[in-house]
């Protein structure tokens, strides 16, 4: 069974930085292209990031509204996908979902809250 | 304002059929795969329907997915009282910076 676990949200203040995880299990994370995404109270969904699998290169891109300040990292041999958050603003308030990514998102995590308030 | 354009809401009575529509450009929908998500109250997202018009196994066949230029459509047909979410559809915009788009969803009420 396909596991995405996320942790690590909480409340931060503005200008400051938080990391999240997400734990991986039931697939070969190693293989697997992985996501980002949020959703803000009341909104809809945005995508935040995504990173390719070290064969195809293990790199990172990133929504305009993060670039720069958000950093997606990996690390295969503990099936684990990180974002690194810095200088956080009030509109990154949201909850953040790690999601597999095909030509799709095919599964994706319960999601933890980040808050960023004074 | 989302690139992906969906109507903010549809209704319609138990049993009978919605569809609700994204329309996009070119460069997202017109060149790449759409795909629906299914989000009930409070919880994570799901996928419903995946490149245009597939359906991931064990989503029922009520659930259905088209596309034409650059849009695309998702059905539901037989509603129940289960469906009412919200629905959201995606593709990559392969334009310069190569991203991921939401649309950005719609309200589905069963009367």
């Known amino acids: 069974e396909v596991q995405l676990v996320e942790s690590g949200g909480g409340l931060v203040k503005p200008g400051g930085a938080l990391r999240l995880s997400c734990a991986a299990s039931?697939?070969?994370?190693?293989?697997?292209?992985m996501s980002w995404v949020r959703q803000a109270p009341g909104k809809g969904l945005e995508w935040v990031g995504r990173?390719?699998?070290?064969?195809?290169?293990?790199?990172?891109d990133y929504a305009a509204p993060v670039k720069g300040r958000f950093t997606i990292s990996r690390d295969d041999s503990e099936n684990t996908l990180y974002l690194e958050m810095d200088s956080l603003k009030s509109e990154d308030t949201a909850v953040y979902y790690c999601?597999?990514?095909?030509?799709?998102?095919?599964?994706w995590g319960q999601g933890t809250l980040v808050t960023v308030s004074s | 304002q989302s690139v992906l354009t969906q109507p903010p809401s549809v209704s319609a009575a138990p049993g009978q059929k919605v569809t609700i529509s994204c329309s996009g450009s070119?460069?997202?929908?017109?060149?790449?795969?759409v795909s629906w998500y299914q989000q009930l109250p409070g919880t994570a997202p799901k996928l419903l329907i995946y490149?245009?018009?597939q359906r991931p196994s064990g989503i029922p066949d009520r659930f259905s997915g088209s596309k034409s230029g650059t849009s695309a459509t998702l059905g539901i047909t037989g509603l129940q009282a289960g469906d009412e979410a919200d629905y959201y559809c995606?593709?990559?915009?392969?334009?310069?910076?190569?991203?991921?788009?939401f649309g950005g969803g719609t309200k589905l009420t069963v009367l």
């Open positions: 070119s460069s997202n929908i017109g060149n790449n795969y």
């Open positions: 999601t597999r990514q095909l030509t799709r998102f095919d599964y």
């Open positions: 995606g593709t990559w915009d392969s334009s310069l910076n190569n991203y991921w788009l």
């Open positions: 490149d245009n018009n």
């Open positions: 990173i390719t699998s070290k064969s195809d290169g293990g790199a990172a």
């Open positions: 039931g697939f070969t994370f190693s293989d697997a292209w």
